[in-house]
């Protein structure tokens, strides 16, 4: 957590300094606003696949926001340890960017965002031996990821392209994909064909993601939402998730309810051991969730 701390507040201070106006007169006249909410789940879930092995999750947020559209987020979430293999249970999203544009009609957004999972790796055969039928080049992978980030919207809907930059999508290289195929595939054959392709990273893998949102009643909104996930280099583990959720401010809280979805084409791919069993984290779900913002 100290690590965690440490790196939450550089990103805030930074992201102060930067903002900091040049003039002692300036400084009167509040220029930038800091949002703060909490956040409780009954399951987290990231893109329709559920991060906390379908167990209560809480979330932090903090957004800071300065008038010349200069923008910060630091976020702190609590994810499954048997999903994210020896790490601190804790994932953490830090990004920073700028928007521009009429927030009525057209408006963009271009960013760099960051989500880490403290001390969370994996170790898996990168290669297969075919003559000796034996698993090889065994090495260690970390769920981390880094993003260049687009995004647009109109009147109710909004739009986001992330691509990402780092060696890996949350662990999707070889390791990840064709070891996880051969962990839970009955037949071992997609596997040993994953394998062939050589050692492949997933760096330039695509998200996409629209929502439209409108008002349905005073204090209540509708949401539908669809995503796409296309992984550089493992067509396997590209799907679509889809969301319809409903919230509704009342007391000081926002109450939200969200039919999750998520459609694959390798289920192999979404399996966890939970102990002696294996779960699945793609099956669809009433996500509930209760925000409190400050």
Same mark, same amino acid.
């Given at each position: 957590?100290?690590? !965690?701390?440490?790196?939450?507040?550089?990103?805030?201070?930074?992201?102060?300094?930067?903002?900091?106006?040049?003039?002692?007169?300036?400084? =009167?006249?509040?220029?930038?606003?800091?949002?703060?909410?909490?956040?409780?789940?009954?399951?987290?879930?990231?893109?329709?696949?559920?991060?906390?092995?379908?167990?209560?999750?809480?979330?932090?947020?903090?957004?800071?926001?300065?008038?010349?559209?200069?923008?910060?987020?630091?976020?702190?979430?609590?994810?499954?340890?048997?999903?994210?293999?020896?790490?601190?249970?804790?994932?953490?999203?830090?990004?920073?960017?700028?928007?521009?544009?009429?927030?009525?009609?057209?408006?963009?957004?271009?960013?760099?965002?960051?989500? +880490?999972?403290?001390?969370?790796?994996? =170790?898996?055969?990168?290669?297969?031996?075919?003559?000796? #039928?034996?698993?090889?080049?065994?090495?260690?992978?970390?769920?981390?990821?880094?993003?260049? +980030?687009?995004?647009?919207?109109?009147?109710? !809907?909004?739009?986001?392209?992330?691509?990402?930059?780092?060696?890996?999508?949350?662990?999707?290289?070889?390791?990840?994909?064709?070891?996880?195929?051969?962990?839970?595939?009955?037949?071992?054959?997609?596997?040993?064909?994953?394998?062939?392709?050589?050692?492949?990273?997933?760096?330039?893998?695509?998200?996409?993601?629209?929502?439209?949102?409108?008002? !349905?009643?005073?204090?209540?909104?509708?949401?539908?939402?669809?995503?796409?996930?296309?992984?550089?280099?493992?067509?396997?583990?590209?799907?679509?998730?889809?969301?319809?959720?409903? &919230?509704?401010?009342?007391?000081? #809280?926002?109450?939200?309810?969200?039919?999750?979805?998520?459609?694959?084409?390798?289920?192999?791919?979404?399996? &966890? +051991?939970?102990?002696?069993?294996?779960?699945? !984290?793609?099956?669809?779900?009433?996500?509930?969730?209760?925000?409190?913002?400050?």
């Amino acid at each position: 957590m100290r690590h !965690i701390s440490t790196a939450v507040l550089a990103a805030m201070a930074s992201f102060a300094l930067f903002s900091l106006p040049s003039h002692a007169a300036e400084r =009167e006249v509040a220029s930038y606003a800091l949002d703060t909410d909490v956040t409780v789940f009954n399951d987290l879930r990231t893109r329709g696949l559920s991060d906390s092995l379908m167990r209560p999750a809480v979330k932090l947020g903090l957004q800071l926001a300065h008038e010349s559209g200069l923008v910060a987020i630091v976020e702190v979430v609590n994810v499954s340890k048997k999903q994210f293999l020896n790490g601190r249970g804790i994932d953490v999203t830090l990004g920073g960017g700028y928007r521009f544009g009429d927030p009525e009609a057209w408006h963009f957004g271009v960013g760099l965002a960051a989500e +880490l999972f403290p001390g969370a790796k994996f =170790e898996a055969p990168h290669g297969f031996d075919m003559t000796e #039928f034996t698993p090889t080049d065994v090495r260690s992978t970390s769920y981390s990821s880094r993003f260049a +980030l687009f995004e647009f919207g109109y009147g109710n !809907i909004e739009g986001r392209l992330l691509d990402v930059i780092s060696k890996t999508y949350r662990g999707a290289d070889t390791g990840g994909v064709c070891g996880s195929l051969l962990q839970f595939s009955a037949d071992p054959t997609p596997a040993f064909e994953c394998y062939a392709r050589g050692d492949r990273n997933s760096r330039g893998s695509l998200l996409f993601d629209l929502t439209y949102k409108t008002d !349905i009643a005073p204090a209540t909104t509708l949401t539908l939402h669809a995503g796409r996930q296309r992984v550089a280099n493992f067509s396997e583990a590209n799907f679509n998730d889809y969301r319809i959720g409903l &919230t509704r401010k009342q007391w000081g #809280f926002e109450w939200n309810a969200d039919w999750v979805m998520t459609r694959n084409k390798v289920r192999e791919l979404y399996l &966890t +051991l939970d102990g002696s069993k294996v779960r699945a !984290i793609d099956k669809d779900k009433l996500m509930l969730s209760v925000t409190r913002r400050f």
